[in-house]
């Protein structure tokens, strides 16, 4: 599962994309990413790599019907705030892999007999 990570205001941020099978939908989540050690001689050379933590907003992009829109959803018990600058990269990762989903599925349509 590939992810991007955003640094903001001293805060790591992570966007994972992974297919929801049951939802015949590519997921983008969002989420406050997580300091684990870097991968030189077991972190002992100061390095932290970032990995997701559990994601507070999932956006589902079906890829089977383009008529189908993407559905955001939110998690966030604690009443968590998303700054602007996040936010937009979040939504711009979201908007490329609507693109690539419609693009596909024309592509799709094309080949077929």
Same mark, same amino acid.
């Given at each position: 599962?590939?992810?991007?990570?955003?640094?903001?205001?001293?805060?790591?941020?992570?966007?994972?994309?992974?297919?929801a099978?049951?939802?015949?939908?590519?997921?983008?989540?969002?989420?406050?990413? /997580?300091? +684990? %050690?870097? *991968?030189?001689?077991g972190?002992?050379?100061?390095? #932290?790599?970032?990995?997701?933590?559990?994601?507070? &907003?999932?956006?589902?992009?079906?890829?089977?019907?383009?008529?189908?829109?993407?559905?955001?959803?939110?998690?966030?018990?604690?009443? /968590?705030? +998303? %700054?602007? *600058?996040?936010?937009?990269?979040?939504?711009?990762? #979201?908007?490329?892999?609507?693109?690539?989903?419609? &693009?596909?599925?024309?592509?799709?349509?094309?080949?077929?007999?």
């Amino acid at each position: 599962m590939p992810w991007e990570i955003k640094e903001h205001a001293g805060r790591h941020y992570a966007v994972l994309f992974h297919y929801a099978l049951p939802d015949d939908a590519w997921a983008v989540e969002l989420s406050e990413a /997580r300091a +684990v %050690p870097g *991968e030189g001689a077991g972190g002992a050379d100061g390095a #932290v790599d970032h990995v997701p933590g559990a994601a507070f &907003l999932s956006t589902h992009v079906p890829d089977e019907d383009p008529d189908l829109q993407p559905t955001v959803r939110l998690w966030s018990p604690d009443g /968590r705030v +998303v %700054p602007y *600058e996040v936010m937009r990269w979040y939504m711009e990762q #979201v908007a490329d892999q609507v693109e690539r989903c419609r &693009l596909a599925f024309e592509q799709e349509e094309a080949g077929s007999p």
